[in-house]
């Protein structure tokens, strides 16, 4: 387990504490384990979806499409287990042309192996996210450092 508590302060300014979206799945969007939503925390972030952590079983961290707009993430990751990211595909979505997240490019692939397993590689994931979250912090562009071969699932 992580240790406890977010990198920055409670009572941050909301600029501070981006609002997060973790995808894990696609058909249907399946939001973050509770694992996921800590890793967040620590970057800095905020995830949306924040009562769906402790559910264990995938069945129930299912989310509406309308939800993820409703909620309006700044930032979307997303590691779909067992197959490459489509980035284009969130994109497309029905109205999510409105998030800021999609109208700012701030869509991000993290390989699975780096988040979506518990164990020393999630110190991969978390760097991921500790880099795109300061980063819009901070309102500077992220490019990934992962090249194609490594997002192929």
């Known amino acids: 387990m992580l240790p406890p508590g977010p ?3 409670a009572g941050s300014p909301p ?9 894990e799945w696609d058909e249907p969007p399946i939001a973050g384990i509770r694992w996921i ?13 924040p009562e769906l952590r402790g559910r264990s079983d995938a069945r129930g961290r299912v989310v509406d ?11 979307i990751l997303a590691s779909w287990c067992g197959k490459r990211v489509d980035l284009e595909a969130i994109r497309r979505r029905p ?24 164990g020393p590689s999630l110190l991969r994931g ?8 300061p980063a819009w912090m901070a309102g500077e562009p992220f490019k990934p450092d992962i090249t194609d071969s490594e997002t192929s699932y």
């Open 7 to 9: 990198a920055f302060p």
């Open 15 to 23: 600029r501070l504490r981006g609002r997060d979206s973790f995808e």
């Open 37 to 49: 939503s800590e890793l967040i925390e620590i970057a800095g972030g905020q995830d949306v979806f």
């Open 65 to 75: 499409p309308a939800e993820v707009v409703r909620r309006a993430p700044q930032i």
């Open 95 to 118: 109205g999510w042309e409105s998030l800021e997240a999609v109208r700012e490019g701030r869509l991000y692939a993290v390989p699975s192996a780096d988040i979506l397993a518990p």
């Open 126 to 133: 978390l760097r991921t996210v500790h880099d795109v979250i």
